[in-house]
C-alpha cells in the first residue's frame, strides 16, 4: 500500500490560520502571511535530501532544541537553516497535533499582531 501524501493536510492546517495564502515558491507549495510578504512554511517534499519534509520559521533557539532532542523528526534546512528555521520530516507517522502546534508557532513569527490577535481571540 502506497502512503498518501500529507501535503493536503499541511495545507488544510496552514490554510486555517489569519490571512494566510498560498502560492508556489522555488518549486514548491508555500505558505505565506502578511499579504504574501513572509512566508513561514514551506513544503519541499522529497527534492531537498530525499526525504520527505516541510520547512518553517522558528522562534529563536527552537531550531537548535528541537533538532537535538530528536534528529529523526528534526534537522537544519539548507538555504534558510542559518536563520534559525526548522525542517520537519514527514517520511513517518506524524502527530499532527504537534505539527499544527509548530505551524502555529512558526505563523506567529512572521504574522502581523493584528493577525496574531485574530487567532487568539479564535481559541
Same mark, same amino acid.
Given at each position: 500500500?502506497?502512503?498518501?501524501?500529507?501535503?493536503? #493536510? /499541511?495545507?488544510?492546517? @496552514?490554510? =486555517?490560520? *489569519? +490571512?494566510?495564502? $498560498?502560492?508556489?515558491?522555488?518549486?514548491? %507549495?508555500?505558505? &505565506?502571511?502578511?499579504?504574501?510578504?513572509?512566508?513561514?512554511?514551506?513544503?519541499?517534499?522529497?527534492?531537498?535530501?530525499? #526525504? /520527505?519534509?516541510?520547512? @518553517?520559521? =522558528?522562534? *529563536? +533557539?527552537?531550531? $537548535?532544541?528541537?533538532?537535538?532532542?530528536? %534528529?529523526?523528526? &528534526?534537522?537544519?534546512?539548507?538555504?534558510?537553516?542559518?536563520?534559525?528555521?526548522?525542517?520537519?520530516?514527514?517520511?513517518?507517522?506524524?502527530?499532527?497535533?504537534?505539527? =499544527?502546534?509548530?505551524?502555529?508557532?512558526?505563523?506567529?513569527?512572521?504574522?502581523?499582531?493584528?493577525?496574531?490577535?485574530?487567532?487568539?481571540?479564535?481559541?
Amino acid at each position: 500500500m502506497t502512503r498518501s501524501t500529507p501535503l493536503p #493536510r /499541511l495545507r488544510k492546517t @496552514c490554510l =486555517a490560520l *489569519p +490571512g494566510v495564502t $498560498e502560492k508556489v515558491s522555488h518549486g514548491s %507549495p508555500s505558505w &505565506f502571511a502578511r499579504g504574501d510578504k513572509a512566508m513561514f512554511v514551506s513544503f519541499v517534499g522529497e527534492h531537498h535530501g530525499g #526525504r /520527505l519534509a516541510f520547512w @518553517c520559521a =522558528a522562534p *529563536p +533557539g527552537a531550531q $537548535e532544541e528541537m533538532v537535538a532532542e530528536d %534528529p529523526d523528526r &528534526f534537522f537544519r534546512p539548507p538555504y534558510v537553516g542559518h536563520r534559525g528555521w526548522l525542517g520537519v520530516y514527514l517520511d513517518r507517522e506524524n502527530d499532527w497535533a504537534e505539527i =499544527a502546534e509548530i505551524v502555529d508557532q512558526a505563523f506567529r513569527v512572521v504574522a502581523a499582531k493584528r493577525s496574531i490577535a485574530e487567532l487568539d481571540a479564535r481559541a
